[in-house]
């Protein structure tokens, strides 16, 4: 009965938009909106730590798992994709974002893969960070979404070759039979419209 009673405390707070850990760890390489990402959070009812780079946040979530995390896709020091692996390692039951201004659909399938429940593009406000938070996985496509443009599928094409290359420029580039240097400057651009 015990069981039945706490099951039902939780489902209801949770149904009410609020649950027994509201946990946060926002990750970003940029200070100023990690630390503006975390003040409206904390506005919002979650207890936010911030992070960084991948290191920091992987000693944040060694220290102690969050329920929730915001994490950027390009970190100084690596990809947001490690510290969303090794959160789910640590923590399987927490519910994160990979948020980033470098949008591919590759990414957001491996992102996906490795547990996130969403992928916002940037700029992304709180309220939409909560909202995709709180909300379920990613399973219904959004409606009314116009085609992609060729630039579009061809950059998708690049970012699945080198997720499936495991981030290696060097093979990615050779698969793509492109020279080495023009790759980075392609994956450094933002995605096409």
Avoid at 106 to 122: E, N, S
Wanted: proline share 5%; glycine share 6%; net charge positive.
């Amino acid at each position: 009965m015990d069981k039945d009673a706490s099951h039902q405390s939780t489902s209801q707070s949770q149904s009410g938009g609020e649950t027994l850990d509201k946990s946060l760890l926002v990750v970003d390489d940029d200070r100023l909106f990690c630390d503006r990402l975390a003040r409206a959070m904390a506005a919002r009812g979650f207890i936010a730590r911030t992070a960084t780079n991948v290191s920091e946040a992987l000693a944040a979530i060694e220290t102690s798992p969050p329920a929730f995390a915001v994490i950027d896709l390009r970190l100084g020091d690596g990809s947001g994709l490690d510290v969303m692996r090794a959160l789910k390692a640590r923590r399987p039951d927490s519910r994160g974002v990979i948020l980033t201004g470098y949008g591919a659909i590759a990414t957001a399938v491996m992102a996906v893969k490795l547990g996130a429940f969403d992928y916002l593009a940037k700029p992304a406000n709180a309220d939409d960070v909560v909202a995709a938070l709180m909300a379920g996985r990613l399973d219904t496509p959004a409606e009314h979404d116009p085609p992609m443009s060729a630039d579009r599928v061809r950059w998708e094409h690049i970012q699945r070759i080198y997720e499936a290359c495991e981030r290696n420029v060097s093979e990615t580039a050779r698969q793509l039979n492109m020279h080495r240097r023009t790759l980075p400057r392609i994956l450094a651009k933002r995605a096409p419209k």
